[in-house]
């Protein structure tokens, strides 16, 4: 149950973006990287697919002109709204279409409508809430498979946003929002009401401590009361759950042994909006690495700082 977490309230940045990634730890993924002839900047999922630099699929991203892509699997409680559980397309195509078009501009982009008019097969993959935006601009979108767009993070609007696999804002019926949804929108905006003059370094930090609040006892997920997915819906950060053959964590390759927050990732925007800063934090990435490593003792951080395009 993947979570994205933004604002444009913090007073030195013009965004901050936080995302966790919640996979199976033995779903084969790259480390995020310079692809496309060093132009997009994003992980690789290569679960379907060997390592490529020209045909790749991803779940977050960035490129040199400011663009910014992440898709999150939607979980949908009526079944009958719901896509087919197996599509010919890849929902990671979404972001790296967006993220490689150098040509056009935000404007022929910024609905469900258009999408599917730049990239026909959106209507083929499996169910989704997708963010993007363009970074120099300052105007984001989130659209999903049901045909919705939302206008979000509006200045002098609504300057947060949270979203998970659940319907964004459950405008329709779909019932409360997630545990999890709340507690990161409450932890986000504690953290820039309590904003003072410090380090870029020492907000990263605060940052991924909002992105690693577990709100879970060691027992819930130890002793297993609840389904997988029960529990992943309640914590911002999900550690190594244990997974059985009936739960459903609206995955579309369940493989290995353990699910879990297997990476962040941390984008900040600065205030001119001429400067993107880049880290990831990879936690785990196969199942060995349950035992080891957690939020506090990651296994692999990589950092990319670069000015962006005009």
Known sequence: MCILM???AHPNYDLVLLSNRDEFFARKAGAAAWRRDNYVLSPCDVALR????????TWIGVNRNGRIATILNLRLSDPSKARPA????SRGKI???????SESSFDEWNSYEKYCQQLPSLKDTGDFNFFYGDCTKGEYVIIDSLGDTFQVLRENDDEYMVVSNDKFKNEHGDGPRWQKVDLAAQTLRKLVADTNVGSEESLIQKLFEVASVNSLQREDYEIRHEKAAELAMRTVFVPPLKVSANDDLGTSVPIGTYYGTRSQTLILVSKDRSHITYVERIIHDCD????????????TENRYDFDLQR
Do not use: I, V, Y
């Open 6 to 8: 933004a604002t444009r």
């Open 288 to 299: 060995l690495d349950a035992q080891q490593f957690d939020s506090h003792r990651t296994k």
């Open 86 to 89: 197996l599509c010919m397309r």
């Open 95 to 101: 972001p790296t279409t967006f993220l490689s078009a």
């Open 50 to 57: 060997p390592l490529s630099q020209k045909d790749f699929g």
